[in-house]
């Protein structure tokens, strides 16, 4: 795998995702009942964006830096939309942004302490850190295989809550994307018929305007036509951050199955803010649909 995230940690794309996460989390969180939070391409857990990756490629600044920045003088909504994320993020960091969590930290520092985390991490080396960055924790088990392969064995979980992360690498070449969104449409449909009132988050790149369409069409068709899922109950927030085309990535976003009570409220109060203070250029835009509402 030529995929090494560190890269990209922090950028535009993993505001969007953890952002939605965040708010998830939080939402699961009211309800006293444990849950399980079960992430198929974990990564390291932690990002050091003072670290090597991070300087040769800044993408963060980007991101979560301008976020940091800003968001003190942002909206109220959009203050408490952003606050189960940044709340984490100001834990981990005194003053100066360095520390970025990835979804693993984030998920351990907003679940409670009956809850539990399973989380796949197919390369050893990414392995290690991410038990580096988990630590001692004994809600935490952590696995090093395919979480494509891992999903249907965690499925249902004993708590009979929770979330699943499904959020591969998506390297570079058009066959290996193709190939991940294959994939994940294949676990999605399995997934949800194992476990069908889970509460799922797929993240996907927007380099490819019709790959994106088609496999949210594809999933809608699997989950409501085959699967009997409620259309409403079907989630789509994007946010892309100059017109959509060649070159570096300018899109993505997340499908969200089942998603927690207010959580798409408060995305619809925070995306266009997030919009406009990261935008990188004409064309930038973003949409939070319920795929009833899309039609």
Same mark, same amino acid.
């Given at each position: 795998?030529?995929?090494?995230? $560190?890269?990209?940690?922090?950028?535009?794309?993993?505001?969007?995702?953890?952002?939605?996460?965040?708010?998830?989390? &939080?939402?699961?969180?009211?309800?006293?009942?444990?849950? %399980?939070?079960? &992430?198929?391409?974990?990564?390291?857990?932690?990002?050091?964006?003072?670290?090597?990756?991070?300087?040769?490629?800044?993408?963060?600044? &980007?991101?979560?830096?301008?976020?940091?920045?800003?968001? %003190?003088?942002?909206? =109220?909504?959009?203050?408490?939309?952003?606050?189960?994320?940044?709340?984490?993020?100001?834990?981990?960091?005194? !003053?100066?942004?360095?520390?970025?969590?990835?979804?693993?930290?984030?998920?351990?520092?907003?679940?409670?302490?009956?809850?539990?985390?399973?989380?796949?991490?197919?390369?050893?080396?990414?392995?290690?850190?991410?038990?580096?960055?988990?630590?001692? &924790?004994?809600?935490?088990?952590?696995? =090093?295989?395919?979480?494509?392969?891992?999903?249907?064995?965690?499925?249902?979980?004993?708590?009979?809550?929770?979330?699943?992360?499904?959020?591969?690498?998506?390297?570079?070449?058009?066959?290996?994307?193709?190939?991940?969104?294959?994939?994940?449409?294949?676990?999605?449909?399995? $997934?949800?018929?194992?476990?069908?009132?889970?509460?799922?988050?797929?993240?996907?790149?927007?380099?490819?305007?019709?790959?994106?369409?088609?496999?949210?069409?594809?999933?809608?068709?699997?989950?409501?036509?085959?699967?009997?899922?409620?259309? =409403?109950?079907?989630?789509?927030?994007?946010?892309?951050?100059?017109?959509?085309?060649?070159?570096?990535?300018? !899109?993505?976003?997340?499908?969200?199955?089942?998603?927690?009570?207010?959580?798409?409220?408060?995305?619809?109060?925070?995306?266009?803010?997030?919009?406009?203070?990261?935008?990188?250029?004409? !064309?930038?835009?973003?949409?939070?649909?319920?795929? $009833?509402?899309? !039609?």
């Amino acid at each position: 795998m030529n995929y090494r995230h $560190a890269f990209h940690a922090g950028n535009f794309a993993d505001v969007v995702k953890h952002v939605a996460l965040a708010l998830s989390f &939080d939402r699961l969180n009211v309800k006293d009942t444990p849950y %399980r939070y079960i &992430d198929t391409h974990a990564g390291i857990g932690l990002y050091d964006l003072a670290g090597d990756e991070a300087e040769r490629s800044p993408e963060w600044q &980007d991101g979560v830096g301008r976020v940091w920045s800003a968001e %003190r003088g942002a909206p =109220e909504a959009v203050r408490a939309a952003l606050a189960p994320w940044l709340n984490v993020i100001r834990r981990l960091n005194s !003053g100066v942004l360095q520390h970025y969590p990835g979804s693993p930290v984030l998920a351990a520092e907003i679940m409670r302490k009956g809850d539990t985390l399973r989380l796949c991490e197919l390369h050893p080396e990414s392995a290690d850190l991410l038990r580096e960055a988990m630590g001692r &924790d004994k809600r935490v088990k952590i696995e =090093e295989r395919d979480g494509f392969e891992a999903l249907p064995a965690y499925l249902p979980p004993p708590e009979r809550r929770g979330l699943v992360l499904i959020d591969p690498p998506f390297e570079a070449g058009t066959s290996e994307r193709k190939r991940d969104f294959d994939w994940m449409l294949k676990a999605a449909v399995k $997934a949800v018929k194992r476990w069908p009132v889970g509460t799922y988050v797929f993240w996907r790149p927007i380099k490819d305007v019709d790959a994106v369409r088609d496999f949210d069409g594809e999933l809608a068709d699997g989950l409501i036509e085959n699967g009997g899922l409620a259309a =409403e109950k079907l989630l789509v927030a994007d946010l892309w951050v100059r017109k959509i085309g060649p070159g570096p990535l300018s !899109g993505a976003g997340v499908v969200i199955v089942n998603p927690p009570f207010g959580v798409a409220e408060h995305l619809q109060a925070v995306m266009p803010w997030l919009c406009e203070l990261m935008s990188q250029g004409d !064309g930038a835009g973003w949409r939070v649909e319920r795929v $009833a509402e899309a !039609g």
